[in-house]
């Protein structure tokens, strides 16, 4: 089966500059799930998607950061303009339901000079 | 109050020896429980749900005290490979909003 599909793996950019992650879930997946880890820190919620529609956005920077899920499968998560402490790894995540446990891409590693 | 906490460690034990932590959360609302394992700049990969009646995989031994609002787990036999971050993750039931800890990192030395 395949598994959570993220891209680009790494990310170097300048701050101010603007970067896209990609990410395409578990096929069947509803629910889907972008996280912000710094080192040393659990994984933190960004956004919440129930098919195309947000269930919680409330620790999303809104002034820099968008997602969206447009046809309810794969999804886009946008920062604009980078700063420095958003060097991170930004994991996305499905599950089949939101009560359901989730499965993990691999991560894209963010880092803003 | 944080929603989830956990002792970050890191507990470092010799192999073969036995390993528990505990992950304590606040909302008595909270219905499901699991741990994860993050290795090393790797993502999070499930390790076992928690039931109520507690649960074994192999080694590994969940329990869930909802009196005390707390999950544990326990590895037994500690092998090398063992060596990595333990996430707690708990489900609200009223709605579903998903809390991670910050993780317990375990050590297993030769």
């Known amino acids: 089966e395949a598994g959570v599909a993220q891209s680009p793996r790494y990310k170097i950019i300048e701050k101010r500059q603007s970067v896209a992650f990609w990410c395409n879930p578990i096929s069947g997946h509803a629910t889907l799930y972008w996280y912000q880890q710094i080192l040393g820190q659990g994984p933190k919620l960004l956004i919440q998607?129930?098919?195309?529609?947000?269930?919680?956005d409330s620790q999303l920077p809104k002034d820099r950061f968008s997602a969206e899920r447009l046809k309810g499968v794969d999804s886009t998560l946008k920062i604009q303009p980078a700063k420095l402490e958003d060097s991170a790894v930004y994991l996305c995540a499905s599950s089949l339901a939101a009560r359901e446990k989730l499965f993990f891409g691999s991560g894209t590693q963010l880092s803003v000079l | 109050r944080k929603e989830v906490e956990q002792d970050p460690g890191p507990f470092n034990v010799p192999e073969g020896a036995t390993v528990a932590f505990n992950c304590t959360y606040s909302n008595s609302a909270s219905q499901s429980f699991f741990w994860y394992r993050q290795d090393c700049r790797k993502e999070p990969k499930l390790l076992m749900s928690?039931?109520?009646s507690g649960n074994e995989d192999g080694r590994f031994t969940a329990q869930l005290n909802r009196a005390s609002q707390y999950i544990s787990l326990l590895i037994r036999d500690s092998k090398l490979s063992d060596s990595a971050t333990y996430l707690c993750?708990?489900?609200?039931?009223?709605?579903?909003?998903?809390?991670f800890g910050a993780g317990t990192t375990v050590t297993v030395r030769a």
């Open positions: 998607f129930q098919n195309n529609g947000v269930v919680d």
């Open positions: 993750v708990l489900i609200r039931s009223n709605d579903y909003k998903l809390s």
């Open positions: 928690v039931y109520s």
